[in-house]
């Protein structure tokens, strides 16, 4: 069974900076794509960040690019999210998601590329 926990999220001011994690059990961690998603209320859950098996490959949402990085450390079975010069609009649920699927070691951009998921964790930004 997929486990995926987030931790890592919390509040932060404004052009602040944050730093979520995301550890994965029962699946092949080093060979699935991973991805990071978020849902402010209200609001459809949207791709924040995206990364193929190894860490060649990635993508960004624009409204982030610049700001946050994704990586992974498949020693440790963990994927990042560094959030950096934070805004109020990026308070949202963050949550971490493993591919399935055919290419499942490709990035993808889609949440219905992404079979697994995580329970989620609060980032909220103060202005």
């Known amino acids: 069974q997929v486990q995926l926990v987030e931790s890592g999220g919390g509040l932060a001011q404004a052009g602040g900076s944050r730093r979520l994690s995301c550890a994965a059990s029962g699946l092949t961690f080093k060979t699935a794509a991973m991805g990071w998603f978020r849902q402010a209320p209200g609001k459809e859950r949207e791709l924040v960040a995206a990364?193929?098996?190894?860490?060649?490959?990635?993508v960004y949402a624009d409204s982030v690019k610049g700001r946050f990085t994704i990586s992974r450390d498949n020693a440790k079975n963990t994927v990042y999210l560094q959030m950096n010069s934070l805004k109020p609009e990026d308070t949202a649920v963050y949550y971490c998601?493993?591919?399935?699927?055919?290419?499942?070691?490709?990035?993808?951009?889609?949440?219905?590329?992404?079979?697994?998921w995580g329970q989620g964790t609060q980032v909220t930004v103060s202005s």
């Open positions: 990364i193929n098996w190894n860490g060649g490959s990635t």
């Open positions: 998601a493993a591919r399935t699927g055919s290419n499942y070691y490709n990035t993808a951009t889609k949440s219905a590329d992404f079979g697994s």
